[in-house]
T-cell receptor, first 113, second 111 residues
Framework: DAGITQSPRHKVTETGTPVTLRCHQT?????MYWYRQDPGHGLRLIHY???????DKGEVSDGYSVSRSKTEDFLLTLESATSSQTSVYFC????????????FGPGTRLTVT | SQQGEEDPQALSIQEGENATMNCSYK?????LQWYRQNSGRGLVHLIL?????REKHSGRLRVTLDTSKKSSSLLITASRAADTASYFC???????????FGKGTKLTVNP
């Protein structure tokens, strides 16, 4: 988890409220990713970024938006949280898009009631 | 969509035994990676094997790749209780830009 922090680590919110999760890195890696992890599904990519202001969709992007205004920060926003977005969210970083390993943050457990 | 599928879903062994986990995938790949996840933690990269490699070692880990069968195996030798974790394979498909994870194998090593 060194070099990557996520905040908050735990959050409980109500259906319909906006939620923003933050990922912060100190490694100066170009690529950043948001995944969600659910039982029976493994990790699924939500969005990723390949540079400041450069982002693209992953496998399960509906209901999520992202922003990256600085190299070190990647924000994931749920505009109107739903119970199906209850999950553990992981941020990851990498030097290269697919040739090198990804380094993961400690995760954020989000519960939408 | 899931690219890699690990087998078995769960594995329980005694300390000192070897643990073997398998991963099958569907399309051509650039590389295949194995990750470990301890309970309540993020994933940790273990090893990467490229599509032109057949075997790779790292400490007590041995990974093989058979592109003709679209499968890989992870062998942990002389397992320890600290190896208890979930293990995931992840693949980068040819022509794709994304790493796709399998659902994982939950390994329990009993002391």
């Amino acid at each position: 988890d060194a070099g990557i922090t996520q905040s908050p680590r735990h959050k409980v919110t109500e259906t319909g409220t906006p939620v923003t999760l933050r990922c912060h890195q100190t490694e100066n890696h170009r690529y950043m990713y948001w995944y969600r992890q659910d039982p029976g599904h493994g990790l699924r990519l939500i969005h990723y970024s390949y540079g400041v202001k450069d982002t693209d969709k992953g496998e399960v992007s509906d209901g999520y938006s992202v922003s990256r205004s600085k190299t070190e920060d990647f924000l994931l926003t749920l505009e109107s949280a739903t119970s199906s977005q209850t999950s553990v969210y992981f941020c990851a970083i990498s030097e290269s898009l697919n040739s090198y390993e990804q380094y993961f943050g400690p995760g954020t457990r989000l519960t939408v009631t | 969509s899931q690219q890699g599928e690990e087998d078995p879903q769960a594995l329980s062994i005694q300390e000192g035994e070897n643990a073997t986990m398998n991963c099958s995938y569907k399309t051509s790949i650039n590389n295949l990676q194995w990750y470990r996840q301890n309970s309540g933690r993020g994933l940790v990269h273990l090893i990467l094997i490229r599509s032109n490699e057949r075997e790779k070692h790292s400490g007590r880990l041995r990974v093989t790749l058979d592109t003709s069968k679209k499968s890989s195996s992870l062998l942990i030798t002389a397992s320890r209780a600290a190896d208890t974790a979930s293990y995931f394979c992840a693949t980068v498909q040819g022509g794709s830009e994304k790493l796709v994870f399998g659902k994982g194998t939950k390994l329990t090593v009993n002391p």
